[in-house]
Structure formats: C-alpha cells, structure tokens
C-alpha cells in the first residue's frame, strides 16, 4: 500500500517544485541487507520495522521543509528546498532509522527535477541514486554538486563539516569519472 506523501501541504509535488528555486536538494536512503533482515524477522515484524523507518522519514523531511517523494519497497526518496536541508535529513535519518536493527545507505545530491504524476524524473534523480549506490554499507555519501551548494549557500552549517574526498569514481550509466564525498 503506497501512502500519499503530500498530507497537510494541500499542494501537489509539481506546484511545490514551481514555489523552489532553479535547484532541489535530493535524498536517498535504501535501507542496507534488507533481504536479510526480512527473513529473519519475518514479513510482520519486517513491515513494521519498515513503517517505523517511512514515517521517521516522512517526519524528518517535514522539519527541514521536504517532502518524502517515494517510499517504494525500502528505499526513500525525498526533495528539499536546497541541498543543506537535504544534507540534514540524510543526517538525521542515517543517524537514527526508527529502528535500532535497521541501517541504511544515503545519498546526496542537488539539481533540477521535474514532476511527473507526483513523481519526480530526471537527470538528477538518478544521480542520486548512484551516490547512494555508491555506499558499499552502511555509508553516507555527498555528490561534488551537493558540496558545494552547502559550502556556498549554509554557511553556518559548511565550516561544521570536515569533507572526505573519495577518489573519482564511475556511477553506473553516468558518463565520465564523479567526486563524491563523506562527512566527517
């Protein structure tokens, strides 16, 4: 059962996206050896486990002025007004899932999107994805563009932030060779 993730807004994700500027910040966080995790808990402790961690997300977006986009299967997928806010639930959402046996995979990026049938298409999308694909486990990784929109534009929050450059890397599908960083 898929939820609808614009309760209390009253304005869909296209109008919501008209009221941002050029770029969005973008999360995404799948949770890590969900498999696993399913048959050893089981499909009904699994699905709660799993609904503590949407509705932990669909709270934490809320706070730094997002919205949760999709929460397909196990995976989150969730927009901002800029990447600081994004950078801030990624935070918040890997450093506490919901649930203490849940960890997950988070990604950062920032660019333009659009909507589609209140879903969102583009580039950017799934770039985001292949940082957070990135992750080999539990890790939270930030894309080049989504680093220096926080530097440039929360500059409380950048000087806070110690940068972990990873060597450039290839992302599935993405031409060329991509920085991505972590957060220390």
Known sequence: VRRKRWSGSGMGLEDW??????????????VVRSTSLLFEERTVRYADIIRLYQDRALTRARVYGGRVVDDSGDQILAVFPDAAAAFHFGC?????TGHPDLAIRVGVHVGSVRAERERLIGRNVHYCARVMQHARDAEFWV?????RAIESGAKRLAP???????????LKGIPGLHRLWRAA
């Open 143 to 147: 894309s080049d563009a989504a680093r």
């Open 92 to 96: 918040d959402l890997f450093a506490d």
């Open 160 to 170: 806070e932030i110690v940068w972990i450059a990873n060597d450039e890397t290839e």
């Open 17 to 30: 996206l008209d009221t941002q500027g050029e770029e969005v910040g973008l999360a995404f966080a799948d």
